[in-house]
Each structure stands twice: as structure tokens, then as C-alpha cells.
């Protein structure tokens, strides 16, 4: 069945640096990919998403590319704020199966 | 506002008990959905449903119960089968394009704990 795969957290970086977290997938065919934020005792928000091959996803600074050739859906930040100290989960939406597949989730934590 | 409405935000149960968590959109979507979330973990998917009076199972259903009678409303009873139901519980709402590049959009969640 589909899977998603992200880097274990917690990540913990200063203000302004590089951000990434790796997000691998499993899935046949060509299945939408997402990127969700959930901050404290909130819902998830939609971050970004892309829905075919080398397609970029971008949203408030962040961005994705999805890469089929290696099954990939990094998640990078050129320039993090305390404001994005978050849980990430990297999710997709395989062919055939309308609900989410999801990661597990990766804390990002940024310190002034 | 358009948006996906959760209730009750906190929602506390003794062993044994029934109790139902309510959903409600305003989004006129076709589909809505319901995840489990445990700490540290992913969601999972209990139930979904893409048009009015029909449901499917997801990944955990057992131990849960939904109802669609309304396009709006899609109310999740954690029942007294289920053996941990402490979690933080999602839902969600989409529309139903037949393809899965529709975004879902999520409620604040309802924490549940069973005491």
C-alpha cells in the first residue's frame, strides 16, 4: 500500500537558517503530494502541494518539488522565523484512494 | 465564513460510554473525512464519505461509527468497542473531483480522553 516516509524530529534551528525535511513516498502511478503545518492544539493547515512530476509547490517562503525519480517531496525554507516552529507532515493522495496517506510528522523548533 | 466546524474542542468519557464528536461544514463539499491522531504519530484514516447517505471504512474503523445524512454534517461515535480511544481526532472536507489533487481541508479537532 501507499507510504510516506519523513525525517524523524525534533529539528531545532537559530532564526534565519536553511530548513529541510526529507519526505520520501511509496505509491503506484502518480499520486498528489501535500504538505501540511500544525501548530499547537490546531488542525492542520494546507502548506503546500503539488500534483504531477517536477511540479513546485511554494507557500510563505517554503517550497517543495516533486520529484518521481527519486519519490520525493522535500520540504526547504531559505530563511526560518520563530513563527514557524511547527509540526510538518508530508501526505499524499494516491490513485484510487480520495483520503490522505500521511508521515509521521517532524517537529521544527526555532530558536530567537 | 466558509470553514469546517468541530465540537466539543476538550471532551472527557468514563470506560464504557458512548459518545459522538460533531462536524459541520460550510464549504459545500461533497466529501468529509475523519483521522485519528496519537502523539507522535501520523493521522489515520477511520472513516470517509464522498456523497450523502454513504460511507467506507478507512484504515481503523473498528470501534467507530459515523452517519451522512446531511452534506454538511458528519458526526463520529467512538463507541465502548473501542479499546484506546484517548487521541486527538480530525475532520476533514474536500470536494470530489473523482481525482485525488483535491486539498483537504481540516477542523481544529476534538481531543478526546477516557478516564
Known amino acids: 500500500g501507499d507510504s510516506v516516509t519523513q525525517m524523524e524530529g525534533p529539528v531545532t534551528l537559530s532564526e534565519e537558517a536553511f530548513l529541510t525535511i526529507n519526505c520520501t513516498y511509496t505509491?503506484?502511478?502518480?499520486?498528489?503530494l501535500f504538505w501540511y503545518v500544525q501548530y499547537p492544539g490546531e488542525g492542520l493547515q494546507l502548506l503546500l502541494k503539488?500534483?504531477?512530476?517536477?511540479d513546485k509547490g511554494s507557500n510563505k517562503g517554503f517550497e517543495a518539488t516533486y520529484r518521481k525519480e527519486t519519490t520525493s517531496f522535500h520540504l526547504e525554507k531559505g530563511s526560518v522565523q520563530v513563527s514557524d516552529s511547527a509540526v510538518y507532515f508530508c501526505a499524499l493522495s494516491g490513485e484510487g484512494r480520495r483520503a490522505l496517506t500521511f508521515g509521521s510528522g517532524t517537529r521544527l523548533q526555532v530558536q530567537p | 465564513d466558509g470553514g469546517i466546524t468541530q465540537s466539543p474542542k476538550y471532551l472527557f468519557r468514563k470506560e464504557g460510554q458512548n459518545v459522538t464528536l460533531s462536524c459541520e461544514q460550510n464549504?459545500?463539499?461533497?466529501?468529509m473525512y475523519w483521522y485519528r491522531q496519537d502523539p507522535g504519530q501520523g493521522l489515520r484514516l477511520i472513516y470517509y464519505?464522498?456523497?450523502?447517505?454513504?460511507?467506507q471504512k478507512g484504515d481503523i474503523a473498528e470501534g467507530y461509527s459515523v452517519s451522512r445524512e446531511k452534506k454538511e454534517s458528519f458526526p463520529l461515535t467512538v463507541t465502548s468497542a473501542q479499546k484506546n480511544p484517548t487521541a486527538f481526532y480530525l475532520c476533514?472536507?474536500?470536494?470530489?473531483?473523482?481525482?485525488?489533487?483535491?486539498?483537504?481541508?481540516f477542523g481544529p479537532g476534538t481531543r478526546l480522553t477516557v478516564l
Open positions: 505509491a503506484t502511478g502518480y499520486p498528489s
Open positions: 464549504l459545500n463539499h461533497d466529501a
Open positions: 476533514a472536507s474536500s470536494r470530489t473531483s473523482g481525482r485525488g489533487t483535491d486539498t483537504q481541508y
Open positions: 464519505s464522498q456523497i450523502v447517505n454513504d460511507f
Open positions: 503539488a500534483t504531477k512530476a517536477d
